[in-house]
């Protein structure tokens, strides 16, 4: 007989809704005319078309044709985030085979992505997980089962990671309280898989990833808090007592984060953190306008602070913190100390090699010193040869003191000494023209002595540039060899 077959799903039940005809299987809708052209012969012997579902039951080979595309279509709308359409598919499959274990799976991914912070289905998702083990053949069980939890813990991560976000821009008690609920959300949910005999554990890292996100939101928050408190100038006592509750959240946040994780350098970053929020409202406080009779005006004076109790309780936490945090320190020292030395015990033939290089490069090094020193002395030499009188300047000094000498000579003579004056007046004069004579010697001298050093200077500042070049280069390949043998195996491998 003729019927109606699905394009998209190959169904053939349909039912007649306001003038369309609906296909059962996937919900495809079609006109009068496209249901006439999809029209052909079936072997089937169910209803027609009617205005009701049909209420025979299809039989196995033609419901699985639609149950596989049906997946297909589900599997498709997930993939393109449209989770809800997703789910609704998987639920159809569900109709048509209870016990469709891709459906159930499928459907526990659809169900836990629509997830919201005031509508969590993460549990009712782990749910729909353990119904497709239930269902799935023996050997693809533990498959499944790790899927299900990598997708708990995915989904645990972006549900901490919208607490973040909302916990960042308002560090109320409501937010600070969602990350103990999310946590626990999460938790039941694999409680969920364990009570109903898929033992699982907390995913590896979920708890270090958690406590991470509650650090940076926390470190988020104080910038919002302090930022916050810094635009108003002169705060009141009710805008202090939100900073206040505010930074009481941000630590606590922080105290959250540390007894969530088990990384160690993970709690060193939530320690510092945690002290400097407990240090953010010391010496903060309100102020209050009041009348200043002596100057006959209104003044801002302090009004609300921290109390005194208040303030000793949080220096002793912060001295708490700062020993744990020191005890944190040496213990992750210590630790990458064993592991490093551990490591290149087994790689002792590279660790020989690094070593041996880095001898070499050391002693090279100091050659390299010793050359660049002599360059120095060589360019200083030249240099001084630089400052050096010029031979005409040279010259013209020698004539000058002997100019001084005659005329020393010439005042200590008598009256009746004229002639000798004379002559030596005359060779004043003389040494005068040769001094004339000789400066316009001089800068050519200059000149000449200038190319001459010049020529000197430029292949020993050469080399000397091509030698710290080089020293450079030792250097920085020591460095990387210090560098390689600090380093563990998570570094090198």
């Known amino acids: 007989m003729k019927k109606i077959v699905c394009e998209l799903c190959e169904g053939t039940e349909f039912i007649k809704e306001n003038g369309m005809f ?5 919900g495809t809708k ?23 579902p049909a209420v025979n039951v299809p039989s196995g080979n033609s419901n699985q044709v639609q149950i596989d595309n049906m997946l297909v279509l589900a599997t498709t709308a997930y993939e393109a985030h449209n989770y809800a359409e997703a789910e609704n598919y998987c639920n159809r499959v569900i109709e048509l ?4 274990y891709k459906a159930w799976n499928l459907k526990g991914k659809a169900v836990g992505w629509q997830s919201t912070i005031t509508n969590l289905r993460i549990e009712e998702a782990s749910h729909s997980f353990c119904k497709a083990i239930d269902f799935a053949p023996e ?14 813990k995915q989904l645990g991560i972006a549900l901490i990671s919208m607490r973040k976000k909302r916990f960042s821009d308002n560090p109320d008690t409501t937010e600070l309280n969602g990350f103990t609920s999310d946590k626990v959300t999460v938790l039941d949910a694999l409680l969920v898989l364990l009570s109903h005999g898929n033992a ?17 939101a926390g470190a988020a928050a104080m ?3 302090r930022t916050t408190w810094e635009k108003v100038e002169h705060p009141s006592k009710e805008e202090f007592m939100t900073y206040l509750d505010w930074n009481s959240n941000i630590c606590e946040v922080f105290r959250q984060a540390i007894n969530t994780g088990n990384d160690d350098e993970g709690k060193i970053a939530q320690y510092k953190n945690l002290i400097n929020a407990l240090k953010e409202p010391i010496g903060k406080y309100s102020q209050k306008s009041e009348w200043n009779s002596s ?15 208040s303030e000793n309780s949080r220096l002793r936490e912060i001295s708490l913190c700062e020993s744990k945090l020191t005890e944190l320190e040496e213990k992750v020292a210590e630790y990458k100390k064993i592991i490093i030395e551990t490591f290149w015990m087994a790689h002792a033939d590279k660790k020989a090699a690094f070593e041996d290089e880095k001898k070499q490069l050391s002693e090279k090094l100091a050659t390299l010193d010793a050359d660049i020193a002599e360059s120095d002395s060589t360019i200083n030499g030249v ?23 005659l005329m020393k000579r010439k005042d200590e003579l008598g009256m009746f000494s004229g002639k000798e004056k004379k002559r030596i007046t005359e060779e004043i004069a003389t040494f005068n023209e040769r001094i004339d004579s000789l400066r316009g010697k001089i800068d050519e001298e200059k000149k000449a002595r200038a190319q001459d050093i010049l020529k000197r200077l430029v292949p020993v500042q050469e080399e000397k540039a091509a030698l710290i070049s080089e020293r450079v280069k030792v250097t920085e390949r020591i460095s990387e060899i210090e560098n390689i043998l600090s380093m563990g195996p998570e570094d090198l491998i």
């Open 200 to 216: 699982v554990g907390i995913p590896e890292g979920f708890l270090d990833e958690v406590a991470k996100l509650m650090n940076d």
């Open 30 to 52: 079609y006109t009068a005319e496209e249901a006439r052209n999809l029209m052909q012969e079936v072997e089937s012997n169910f209803a027609a078309v009617t205005g009701t």
């Open 383 to 405: 240099r001084t040869e630089e400052k050096a009188p010029t031979p005409s300047e040279a010259e013209i000094e020698n004539l000058r003191d002997q100019i001084r000498d």
């Open 295 to 309: 100057f006959a005006r209104y003044d801002w004076v302090k009004d609300y602070a921290l109390t005194a109790a």
């Open 223 to 225: 910038i919002t808090a």
């Open 97 to 100: 085979d209870a016990m469709c």
């Open 22 to 26: 609906v296909c059962q299987g996937c």
């Open 139 to 152: 050997e693809e069980k533990e498959d499944l089962k790790g899927q299900a939890v990598e997708t708990l």
